[in-house]
């Protein structure tokens, strides 16, 4: 019996209608990654074409981050844009280009474990893996690192509601 090497942590889904700054959003969730030293990687971005009510677009980010030689956190971020339009608004005396759309966006992580593949040479090493990951390593394999990358999922998913500014500002 094969125990799985990974772990699909689900978290949950934004949702948001109206005015926001589009390329600031893409920056923050970026820079997000960047601080908290994950491999940013966009695997796909789709534009489709305008329709009277505005374009759609689509994009797919994962972000890496090898936590030992053993454990391995992706964060993947899915966002699905509708009914885009570029609207000009002057703010403190200036012009800013503020996107207004619905947006919607999905996070979602997934834990690796032996992800270099060291114990899958042969079955006697893939046997020592699962015994490893079934019986003697099975508590920190979901309290330990299945909290730890929940909770920076977590702040991934607050720091965009504040940034869309969803959150209220004080406790």
Known sequence: M????????PLGTIRYRGLFDWSGLYYH???WFKRYRFWLQEEMYKHKVPTP?????????YGT???SNWVRFRIFVHFHLWDMTEIEVVKDG???LLTNARIEIQIWGELTFDWQDKFS????TRALRD?????IWRRETSSVY??????????????????????TKYH
């Open 65 to 67: 981050s090898d936590v």
């Open 146 to 167: 299945g909290d730890m990358i929940y909770y920076r999922m977590l702040n991934l998913h607050a720091h965009i509601k504040k940034y869309l500014d969803m959150q």
């Open 2 to 9: 094969s125990v799985s090497r990974k772990d699909t942590i």
């Open 121 to 124: 040479k042969n079955r006697f």
């Open 131 to 135: 015994l490893y990951l079934g019986y």
């Open 94 to 96: 200036k012009k800013k």
């Open 29 to 31: 969730i970026s820079d």
């Open 53 to 61: 009510y505005g374009a759609e677009q689509e994009l797919e980010w």
